[in-house]
């Protein structure tokens, strides 16, 4: 009797340490991954400024009406690479930076989540002209800017070039949102969500 209850309090014991050390190793695998998860989505403030460098070069080149747009702006939003992806339910997400007076002064992500988007996946950049300095500093201001019923599209439709007639440019905020194939149409920002982040 007493060689049995030592053989269950053993074996009792090795089980014990067993659930331990595999709580051990589960712990050390979230936290390799969650580091390796950390590494992926921070970006420094370097590499970020060197994407909209390029993105804003990119359209003042292929669409050089939009410099007149940025030299009227109280400020730009530049976000060089949101990646949309959907498959019933869908989303975006990306990283810029707010420009005022040609330095950057802040850094924001944006993201967006919908139902019933088209299957597949795609890229694109855009930019907001914040086209008063009261527009600009309500953005700035707010904890977390939405994209509502106030922002103008600087085109209206499909082999249309950039529009900057006297409506769009009495419009508080403009978007342009392009890619490396040019101009995207049909897609919408209504609801994306911009949020500052400090890389």
Do not use: N, S, W
């Given at each position: 009797m007493n060689k049995l209850t030592s053989k269950l309090r053993l074996f009792a014991s090795l089980s014990a340490i067993m659930v331990v050390l595999n709580g051990c190793a589960a712990a050390v695998v979230?936290?390799?991954?969650?580091?390796?998860k950390a590494a992926f989505l921070k970006e420094d403030a370097t590499k970020i400024d060197a994407r909209?460098?390029?993105?804003?070069?990119q359209l003042y080149q292929t669409h050089p009406?939009?410099?007149?747009l940025g030299q009227r702006a109280a400020g730009i939003l530049i976000m060089p690479l949101i990646t949309e992806a959907s498959f019933g339910i869908g989303g975006s997400y990306g990283r810029g930076a707010l420009r005022?007076?040609?330095e950057t002064v802040e850094y924001y992500s944006v993201a967006s989540a919908g139902y019933g988007w088209q299957?597949?996946?795609q890229?694109?950049?855009?930019a907001l002209f914040f086209m008063s300095s009261k527009a600009l500093d309500d953005f700035r201001n707010s904890d977390g800017w939405t994209v509502g019923g106030d922002i103008d599209y600087a085109f209206q439709g499909e082999g249309e070039s950039i529009r900057l007639d006297t409506t769009t440019l009495t419009a508080?905020?403009?978007a342009v949102v392009f890619g490396q194939a040019g101009l995207k149409f049909g897609v919408s920002l209504e609801g994306a969500k911009y949020t500052r982040i400090l890389p």
């Open positions: 979230d936290t390799e991954a969650l580091k390796e909209v460098d390029a993105t804003l070069e009406h939009t410099q007149d005022a007076e040609g299957l597949g996946a890229q694109y950049a855009h508080p905020v403009i």
